[in-house]
């Protein structure tokens, strides 16, 4: 079934349709209890019923870009349902950040590529697994 | 027209229906022109047809996320083909890279939040412009 592992830091390689939410957001300076918070949110989203994964990259300046993927549109909002109470959604928004956008987006085609798989010239789908 | 402008670092917020390219990458140890390259690459993107703007972010140990967004899927496509006359494309993937994940998705729904628009529980949309 899984042919194909994704290297740490990466989602797996579903084959869609499947939903992102795409959050970029700019961190305030100061650590605030973030970084525990953020791993505790991390933590619950995985546990949530249609959750595929998540990417996430902040660079030196606090900008960062966190893309979680989830099966359907209902798990998204079951999920932000969770998020309304969690104080720490109010609590972030207040403290951690300055400014955000949020995207939710339907994914329509899925591609990878790994150093191991070159000579193809396309690698192309090949999927972990049905989501 | 434009009520609201979004900081350094973020696309404006446009109005769904549009496409976002989500770009996960883990780059391999060492420059080898990379920079340049990418800084390159993003000005050719910023000048094509339908290019609604990106938001990109690595982190210290070399994973990076990048969403571009764009107007139509053929306009990803195009740019694609764009990209397969350039070298750049074949060059990245040899020496800048050890693994990426590629997703085409369809953005349904866009928010946003500013600290300066705080007291408003979710400002909800306010976009910048029509994709």
Known sequence: MSQHRNPPGFARRFQPPYYAVIFTSQRTPGEAGYGAAAAQMAELAAQQPGYLGAESARDGD??????????????????????????????????????????????????????????????????????
């Open 62 to 131: 606090g900008l960062g870009l966190t893309v979680s993927y989830w099966r359907t549109m209902e798990d998204i909002a079951a999920w932000r349902r969770q998020l309304e109470h969690a104080t720490t959604r109010d609590q972030g928004r207040a403290q951690w950040y300055s400014h955000y956008e949020l995207r939710v987006a339907r994914v329509e085609r899925a591609y990878g590529w790994d150093r191991q798989d070159d000579g193809a010239a396309d690698p192309g789908p090949d999927y972990d697994l049905a989501p």
